[in-house]
Every structure is written in structure tokens, then in C-alpha cells.
């Protein structure tokens, strides 16, 4: 069993940057991939950044590339999200969620794990 715990979320003004950050138990963490996940009110939820076990392998969506930058920390049992350069259009519930194949995907189907969300609101 794997509990996934995300902190780092809040309101910021356009243009803002926020961390976000997600501490997983369990001592299988680093064997792991990590993504994270989305969505707004009243929309599916969506792929933003998934990361390999090792690191070594980052994916993000389209709509974020260039601005957030997804990373991770083995020995901490955490993974992170830099948001940058955010927008209104990012305001959503943000979600780790951990996939144990080691296999990194963007597809929400395949995670096995999630975690409870964090509120993310960017003000125009």
C-alpha cells in the first residue's frame, strides 16, 4: 500500500510560480514512476508531467511544457512540480499519483495509487 500526500497548493496571481510537492510512504518509492495529474471543475482530468524512478525520464503535456518542470527526490520519498509562468487556465485540483510497473505513462488508467489533490487558483 502506498499513500501519496500533495502540499504546495494555494492562490497565486498570473505570472506566479508555485511548488508542489508530494510525499509518498513506503520503502518501494524509488522503484516507482510519478505523475501528476489534473483537472477543473467540470472537466476530465487530465495528464500534466510524469517522471521515471530513476529520474532520468521527464513527459509533460503540451499545455505546460516549458513552464512546469517535474522532479524528484529517492532519498525523501518525494516528488515535486515547479509551476511557473502560471496561468488562469491552470486553475485545477492537482493529484500525484504513483504507477508500480516502473513503467512511466501518461495515462491515468495505469496509476495504481492517488493521492488526495491540492487546490491550485490562478487569479487574472
Known amino acids: 500500500q502506498v499513500q501519496l500526500v500533495e502540499s504546495g497548493g494555494g492562490l497565486v496571481q498570473a505570472g506566479g510560480s508555485l511548488r508542489l510537492s508530494c510525499a509518498a510512504s513506503?520503502?518501494?518509492?524509488?522503484?516507482?514512476?510519478m505523475g501528476w495529474f489534473r483537472q477543473a471543475p467540470g472537466k476530465e482530468r487530465e495528464f500534466v508531467a510524469a517522471i521515471s524512478w530513476s529520474g532520468a525520464n521527464t513527459y509533460y503535456a503540451d499545455s505546460v511544457k516549458g513552464r512546469f518542470t517535474i522532479s524528484r527526490d529517492n532519498a525523501k520519498n518525494t516528488v515535486y512540480l515547479q509551476m511557473n509562468s502560471l496561468k488562469p487556465e491552470d486553475t485545477a485540483v492537482y493529484y500525484c499519483?504513483?504507477?508500480?510497473?516502473?513503467?512511466?505513462?501518461?495515462?491515468?488508467?495505469?496509476?495504481?495509487?492517488w493521492g488526495q489533490g491540492t487546490q491550485v487558483t490562478v487569479s487574472s
Open positions: 513506503g520503502r518501494l518509492f524509488r522503484n516507482y514512476a
Open positions: 499519483a504513483a504507477e508500480t510497473s516502473v513503467k512511466v505513462t501518461t495515462e491515468a488508467t495505469k496509476y495504481d495509487y
